[in-house]
Nanobody, 123 residues
């Protein structure tokens, strides 16, 4: 069993920065990938970024490339998403996810999910 708890969401002005954190607990020894996803009402959940639990490989959705940085600290069992140059269209509920097999930005491939943290970017 894997538990994920996100934090760091909030209200920020366009152009600002925000860092999200996800603490992972439970049976994490065989996790392959962790990722960040976001969803707004009326739209499908979309992948933002993911990273291999062991290794440096990362993927980013096109709209966040160059602005967001995903990282992890395995010793601290924590995943991060550094978000810079935030735009109003980044406003969404952000979810942390993990899986033992998946590597990609397709939400349906991930097994473990946090409850989400709201990010709101104002203009």
């Amino acid at each position: 069993q894997v538990q994920l708890v996100e934090s760091g969401g909030g209200l920020v002005q366009a152009g600002g920065s925000l860092t999200l954190s996800c603490i992972v607990s439970g049976l994490t020894f065989d996790l392959r990938t962790m990722g960040w996803f976001r969803q707004v009402p009326g739209k499908e959940r979309e992948g933002v970024s993911c990273i291999r639990w062991n290794g440096d490989s990362t993927l980013y959705e096109d709209s966040v490339k160059g602005r967001f940085t995903i990282s992890r600290d395995n010793a601290k069992n924590t995943l991060y998403l550094q978000m810079n140059s935030l735009k109003p269209e980044d406003t969404a509920m952000y979810f942390c996810a993990a899986d033992r097999l998946a590597y990609g930005l397709a939400p349906d491939a991930y097994t473990y999910w946090g409850q989400g943290t709201q990010v709101t970017v104002s203009s």
